[in-house]
DNA sequence: ATTACTGCAAAGCATTTGCAAATGC
DNA sequence: GCATTTGCAAATGCTTTGCAGTAAT
């Protein structure tokens, strides 16, 4: 392996730490190959990223040293998902955006409809209540999602002083 | 109007009677035009559709009397969207889904994995909690999706026949 | 008459895919 | 050595847009 993980921030390389061997099992399990860009594109993902988008990710890798092509990038993100390393959220514009889920539990979201920011909150009783109208449809649940549309608590300051 | 209104089903004329009356309204508001071809649109949003996805709309206003181009469907969902006669559900696959809101209150969805069904469901409770979770953050809510992803009745029955 | 809307076809944009070369096993 | 993966560039599929002609006010 060609990358530098001495240069990557503390909290960075735990999770890649922990996370890199989940996804050689993951891939081992599916006899699929442990190879560079992989890593590269896991390691990419845990860096500095809260959510992002794929193109964007590609973007990042598009040169240098851990050069990865675009193709790979989304066929990666795909595994990544399918191992259950990273989590998709298709809700506000034309592209998806991804977020990872290693030490990340399920939350919800609130997005701002002025800055674009993303908030997370959790409540248990929500889950509850899922759960019963689960129930009740004789639906089996794998996952859920809420988002919550709005204006976050800064942007609503800064109308005001318009 | 070359519409002949009187051959549509009962439920679905008068749909269209009370909604077309609110669409323009809002378009004379904007001092935007009323045409035939947003009609067009309008009964068609109204007419057999739980859920549908532009696309599929504008195949079935491709031809016949009542055609209208592609562009001007995608143009008038976007209005009809904004009038609030319209809701857009941007989860599963690529292309967004459409459901029109008129006399249709607010509610949630269970989206199959099999089958793709959407089954809709609502509960006051759940709403009560994403309030309060505002709240805590000082968002301000203009308005909220939850999917739950899963395996609807049916499908679950079929999985055991095989 | 004026200005907005429509149809069409071409452009955009995120994502996917085919194929030859490279890499992991 | 053989099969999978990669990179690249071309294709795809939904959606948007520019423009000349058409319809609404």
Same mark, same amino acid.
């Given at each position: 392996m060609s990358m530098n993980e001495q240069d990557l921030p503390e909290e960075v390389r735990e999770s890649v730490e922990e996370a890199w061997p989940l996804f *050689?099992?993951?891939l081992k399990k599916k006899d699929a190959r442990v190879?560079?860009?992989?890593k590269i *594109?896991?390691?990419q993902v845990f860096s500095r990223h809260d959510h992002f988008c794929a193109d964007d990710?590609?973007?990042e890798l598009s040169s240098g040293i851990n050069h990865v092509s675009r193709g790979t990038v989304y066929r990666t993100l795909a595994l990544?998902?399918?191992a259950g390393l990273v989590r998709v959220?298709?809700?506000t514009d034309v592209h998806a955006h991804y977020e990872h889920t290693f030490n990340h539990p399920h939350h919800e979201h609130m997005i701002c409809d002025k800055c674009g920011q993303f908030i997370e909150f959790s409540d248990d009783s929500i889950m509850e209540h899922i759960d019963q109208a689960c129930k009740k449809h004789n639906f089996s649940e794998r996952?859920?999602?809420i988002v919550v549309f709005g204006v976050c608590a800064s942007c609503q300051q800064s109308e005001?002083?318009?």
């Open positions: *050689v099992e993951f190879t560079q860009a992989r *594109v896991l390691t990710l590609a973007a990544m998902e399918e959220i298709r809700d996952t859920h999602r005001n002083t318009d």
